[in-house]
């Protein structure tokens, strides 16, 4: 697993990127989380270009059974965050993989 960036860091990295202050930095990145909480909030979603969209999604009830009883229970319908990456992000991520080709796992079997 990666690095854990945390809010500091990120304010350092801004600050000295932008010749600005670490208190500055923070309160930029504070404002930036707040607008996407407000939209998401707000409307549903929160688009940010070069980044991506954070999307809540509705979740049915569905019917489960309990690990600890084995009991049914029913977990009621709820909403969850989603985020999609934008392409660009998306494209990052994906680059050391570019070169690999697609295997079909079952050529040459018989069934």
Do not use: C
């Not at 600005?20 to 909480?37: D, G, P, Y």
């Not at 998401?40 to 019917?63: M, Q, S």
């Not at 969850?80 to 998306?90: E, Q, S, V």
């Amino acid at each position: 697993m990666g690095k854990k960036i945390y809010t500091d860091n990120l304010a350092g990295e801004l600050a000295a990127k932008r010749d600005i202050s670490q208190k500055q930095a923070k309160l930029l990145l504070r404002a930036f989380v707040e607008t996407i909480q407000k939209g998401i909030a707000d409307d549903g979603l929160a688009k940010v270009k070069g980044l991506g969209t954070f999307k809540l999604i509705d979740i049915e009830a569905r019917e489960s059974v309990s690990v600890n009883t084995g009991e049914r229970v029913v977990i009621e319908s709820h909403q969850k965050l989603a985020f999609t990456p934008d392409a660009a992000i998306k494209e990052l991520v994906n680059r050391p993989f570019s070169a690999f080709d697609t295997v079909i796992l079952n050529e040459g079997v018989e069934l």
